[in-house]
DNA sequence: GCATGTCAAGTTGTG
DNA sequence: CACAACTTGACATGC
């Protein structure tokens, strides 16, 4: 099992810039892109820097947040690398990045939000979508990532329908986005049961979050949906890929929805453990929480094993 | 300097 | 019916 961490950092000193469309819309074209080739390549750097961190710390997957390049497919102030004045120099260290990755096997996902709706009734809804998956699979070309994870979105009152919609504009993308699509369950609306014919049918993986599964439950077991949607994977020949998370006020009453800043050990799978998988830990307390949740793992392997510490990451 | 309000986008559920 | 929650800053603005 490899551990990832999402998006941010809460000790290491990497961040990540950001503009709003209000700000670009208010200079001409010619600073609006000086502006923005500015905070693209600092992302970029710091995108660097966060596989850097990410690699000391011991950890094997990292995704990359959605407005690495802010704005980049905005209707009005949207633009294209090549349009940048840095945008040679942009290019270059995004394939920099993606070697570095590479080399050191650190996985790359992205993770629209949820204005990502292909489900949607609203042609241009399905349309922005659209945009903005394939402004992602051209990073994640640059970059190696083999991840644009999503959620199925709204049901609009009948979910099997919202799922035809799904398959029916899933064959409108771009080859770089179907290669790389996967869904998800949600805390919602849709569960592992709800989402596995789907992906059956489009052969696209279920990434299983399991704090959701919790959340929203389908009657399938925790073990059961594991092994189901660990076989949505082994089609496209790629490495399962989970969530984890604890709930912020615990499992009794209360909405156990929002997240804690640590991993609750006792959250952890058992039947995770050991198997060949990525899990992405969704907690506040970011890297601080990767890093204590695969001590406590190592504890608990290294009293298996009687004292034999430091222990691969893929047998933890 | 520091505090505060704002930020592209969709959908659902709550008050 | 309006609004917060999803995730969470970082930035621009104004004192």
């Not at 710091?46 to 950890?59: K, M, S, T, Y």
């Amino acid at each position: 099992m490899r551990t990832g961490l999402c998006c941010l950092f809460k000790e290491e000193k990497v961040s990540f810039r950001t503009t709003t469309a209000k700000v670009l819309s208010s200079l001409p074209r010619g600073e609006q892109l000086a502006k923005l080739s500015g905070i693209c390549h600092d992302n970029v750097r710091n995108l660097q820097l966060a596989l850097e961190a990410v690699r000391r710390l011991g950890i094997g997957a990292f995704r990359i947040m959605s407005p690495l390049f802010p704005r980049m497919t905005h209707p009005q102030v949207g633009y294209e690398i090549a349009d940048l004045p840095s945008g040679d120099l942009i290019s270059g260290l995004l394939e920099d990045v993606g070697n570095y990755a590479r080399l050191h096997d650190i996985r790359l996902s992205f993770h629209p939000d949820q204005f990502v709706v292909l489900s949607s009734p609203h042609p241009h809804v399905v349309a922005n979508s659209i945009r903005e998956l394939a402004y992602q699979a051209r990073l994640g070309e640059a970059l190696g990532a083999d991840l644009i994870n999503i959620h199925a979105g709204g049901v609009y009152g009948d979910k099997q329908q919202a799922l035809e919609r799904f398959r029916r504009h899933f064959f409108h993308l771009p080859e770089t986005v179907r290669s790389r699509l996967t869904l998800e369950n949600d805390d919602v609306s849709y569960t592992v049961r709800d989402l596995l014919p789907t992906c059956r049918m489009l052969g696209i993986p279920l990434v299983y979050d399991v704090h959701h599964h919790r959340c929203n439950p389908d009657g399938l077991t925790v073990e059961e949906a594991t092994e189901l949607a660990g076989e949505t994977w082994q089609g496209v020949g790629k490495e399962q890929y989970c969530h984890l998370s604890s709930p912020r006020g615990g499992w009794g009453g209360g909405d156990s929805r929002p997240h804690a800043d640590y991993i609750d050990p006792e959250d952890l799978p058992p039947c995770w453990r050991g198997r060949g998988m990525t899990v992405d830990i969704e907690a506040k307390a970011k890297e601080l929480a990767v890093v204590r949740l695969m001590e406590q793992m190592n504890q608990k392997t290294a009293v298996i094993h009687e004292g034999h510490e430091e222990r691969p990451r893929n047998l933890l």
